[in-house]
């Protein structure tokens, strides 16, 4: 859908004469796109991204599995690094998002799907809620 008469182009962005937002030209294909067909983002002063929603799946599709693929196929050591790398500002300790007490790698269960290899809720939240849903 082309951009109002009135509109003027600015880095991409169209924008009326009032200062309304109301599209841009995609990034990845080029086209003019309404401010409806727009991905949202909160980053963005204008409240959207400069690519059209068609465009941002097509990049997720082919994206999002070969990242899932990519951390199930992790070993042990590359786990270990990652959690190295991830902790070493916090000193080697995690936080629980429960408790929110900094604790080791061994108060937490493995979870292999996570960047550390090490679940966010430490053992003791979790075993409280696992109890508190069986009662």
Sequence with gaps: MPFPSTATVTRGRAYLPDGTFVGALCRVCGTETAADDLVRSRRETTGYTTTCRRCHRERNAAAVPAARAAYR??????????????????????????CHVAKPREAFARNRQMPDGSSS????????????RRK
């Design 73 to 98: 196929q992790r070993t042990p050591a590359q786990i270990d690094a990652d959690w190295l790398r991830l902790r070493t500002p916090t000193g080697g300790l995690k936080v629980c998002t429960v």
């Design 121 to 132: 809720e430490c053992r003791v939240c979790t075993s409280a809620a696992q109890k508190a």
